[in-house]
């Protein structure tokens, strides 16, 4: 097939094309931006003839930053999702807002009553109608009872798109979640009501959520009954998750992996097993963790993200679950300003999470807690002077109150927690201590001010490269910040970085102050897309 001849013909006069400065033609992206052999810059409407040039920046469009594939497939008109965190801090009112705006937003549903998610399910429903929308499926080593029983919700809710997050393997509530109403359409082709976008750090659990769903939790939904042996033989055809996100240092749960050797490798491996399965449909590889400004968007794009994921500048927004002093204090971070600490989820499993350790003790109270774990094998194992200094100032009451509080909340949600810790213990130590770890997110996320010194605010490095780049801006301050804002700025700085980095790559010398893009408000942004 012969390609198109897209280089620029001389008009019969190229005075028709006025001169502009460069800092405004290349925010002009849906029009090519033209260098000419006198210096002077100008634009023109894509296939337009025009002058002879020395460098040109094709026009481009947001929606064509990502993979055209992963917005047609999930109904999007950008290739940004905001990613879920927990507690409901990516809340109701990101997802709406994410969804009206053309993108896709999770909806934060772990740690979290079944109820209260449930209620969320419905307004959302009821505000996005046929808009896209997901939810969150995080993964409960440790209480595998509510991880179905989100599922069974889910399905019951016809949610048929979850973000599914820490997962160590893959567990039968998911397969049965991607399974469920699996048939063949009119024209043969198999049809799954249920889609899961994948979040992981590590290519072997990247290489599960590939495959098919494993064959021994077909074999259990069959025994069950949730599907037939029909829908088990076409199951077996497809991936547990077409779209995996490929999850950098972020806040929350994380590796801390660099996307930079992260993304490569997943898409490597996306390549082998597209390979190996022949899937008809293509495998997808996003990118979260990090992005949080234009040239991380554009360096994520520029590796072939299908798609990114942004966290921890979603909860600096107006939208988000959390209180107006965490905003403030995220307003505030610099990119040092984050540790890694104790999870209450996998607590015992020594598993971290990444939070803020500006303005809060939270990370180096929890370190102390799991050094006691550690090294004790119950409460009463806890040195006096010790015990009594937690009883003080972490829990501000005796201990024995705190597991009675435990023990009442455990009985209501999981029993054989309370059953195994009457019996261990090492677990009821376990089960106290993460009575704080848990705690900590809901006073951070309520604003309780007599608990400031214990907020837990996860939050990854990227918060700090958000706010060096909102400095002086329109989005400096965290009363400016909304979700949607904060999105388009990211993409659209994304494409006009874009422009000048194919601009270097043909040698033109570009000052250093145009290679910044600052942020606008949203009606800027979209007259420059017209």
Known sequence: MNQPNLAPTQPADSTLLPPIGLAEGLRQIATELLLLPDGTWTTREFGQPGPATVACAPAIRLENLGDPSFCADHELTY???????AKGISSAAIVEAMGQAGMLGFFGAAGLPLETVEDAAERIAKNLGSRPYGFNLIHSPH??????????????????????????????????????????????????????????SREELAAKFFAPPPQKWLDKLIASGEITAEQAELAAQIPMAQDITAEADSGGHTDNRPAIALFPTIAALRDRMQAEYNYPQPLRVGLG????????????????????VTGSVNQACLESGTCDEVRRLLSETRQADVTMAPAADMFEMGVDVQVLKRGTMFPMRAAKLFEIYRTCAGIDDIPVVEREKLEKTL??????????????????????????????PKHLMALVFRWYLGLAAHWAND????????????????????????????????EDRSVVKVSLNILFGAAVLTRINILRFQ????PAATQQVAPFDIAQIKEYLL
């Open 79 to 85: 290739p940004l999702v905001a990613g879920s965190m």
């Open 143 to 200: 209480e595998p009872d509510l991880e179905a029983a989100l599922v069974e919700m889910y399905i019951r809710r016809r949610i048929r798109l979850i973000e599914a997050s820490a997962f160590l393997d893959l567990t039968l509530p998911v397969v049965r979640y991607r399974v469920h109403g699996i048939h063949r359409g009119k024209n043969g082709q198999i049809v799954t009501p249920n889609r899961i976008i994948a979040k992981v």
């Open 289 to 308: 963790g990090g992005i949080s400004t234009p040239a991380s968007a554009a360096a994520a794009f520029a590796l072939g993200a299908a798609y990114l």
């Open 395 to 424: 829990f501000r009451a005796p201990l024995e109150e705190i597991w009675r509080q435990t023990r009442d909340y455990f009985l209501k949600r999981d029993p054989r927690q309370v059953e195994r810790a009457e019996r261990d």
């Open 447 to 478: 604003g309780d001010a007599s608990r400031k010194m214990d907020y837990q605010i996860w939050c990854g490095p990227a918060m700090g490269a958000f706010n060096e780049w909102t400095r002086g801006s329109c989005l400096e301050h965290p």
């Open 507 to 510: 040698g033109a010398r570009l």
